[in-house]
């Protein structure tokens, strides 16, 4: 009878404190920082289609020398094709930066680990050392900032992910949207799964 009622009382005090801490499981996968000046803009396929001329305006107010986009396939049961296909197809817009200050990259898929890599020559290249990733705020950018960090940290190479226009939904109020709560369980588990897997490891 004493644990049934332990256990009605905790239910009890998560209902009522949920409004303190369910936002904090999409506050906590989201990272924004301010903007600031470096040395590349990196754009991830699938940041947003505005992307491109947001780089190129912090490229022009000279917070950036140069833009690196990372542009992933595209795959149907007929097609295989990347952004730049889409741009000379007429299909989609290309980037504004000019030709002397840009590089496009092309990854196997849009894990954030393996555009990194994929981005990681023309960095070098550039010797930037200091990258603004554009579109930083949203739910999984913490993740993606851990998987970018991963790569390319060992070559010094710093990141910081930074927000620009609305920054999309808030991920205080992420289980407002089927979506949200998607992309909140799926970082989650992309998060602890490799913890729990080295702790038990380690026991």
Do not use: C
Request: glycine share 10%; no cysteine; aromatic share 8%.
């Amino acid at each position: 009878m004493i644990r049934v009622l332990v256990l009605i009382a905790i239910a009890t005090a998560g209902v009522v404190t949920a409004p303190w801490w369910l936002p904090v499981l999409g506050t906590a996968l989201a990272v924004e920082d301010p903007l600031s000046p470096g040395d590349a803009a990196l754009v991830l396929e699938g940041t947003g289609y505005d992307a491109t001329q947001v780089a190129e305006a912090w490229r022009q107010q000279g917070l950036v020398r140069d833009v690196v986009i990372v542009e992933a396939p595209v795959k149907t049961h007929a097609l295989v094709a990347y952004w730049s296909d889409f741009v000379r197809w007429g299909l989609a817009a290309p980037s504004p930066t000019p030709t002397e200050h840009l590089r496009i990259v092309r990854s196997p898929s849009t894990q954030a680990g393996q555009q990194a890599a994929a981005a990681l020559p023309a960095l070098q290249q550039d010797a930037a050392k200091n990258v603004l990733v554009v579109g930083g705020g949203g739910i999984g950018s913490r993740l993606v900032e851990r998987q970018l960090a991963e790569v390319l940290q060992p070559y010094q190479i710093s990141v910081r992910m930074v927000a620009y226009g609305s920054g999309g939904r808030d991920p205080g109020h992420w289980y407002q949207n089927a979506d949200d709560r998607r992309a909140v369980l799926d970082s989650w588990l992309q998060m602890l799964v490799p913890f729990l897997a080295g702790y038990e490891t380690g026991t």
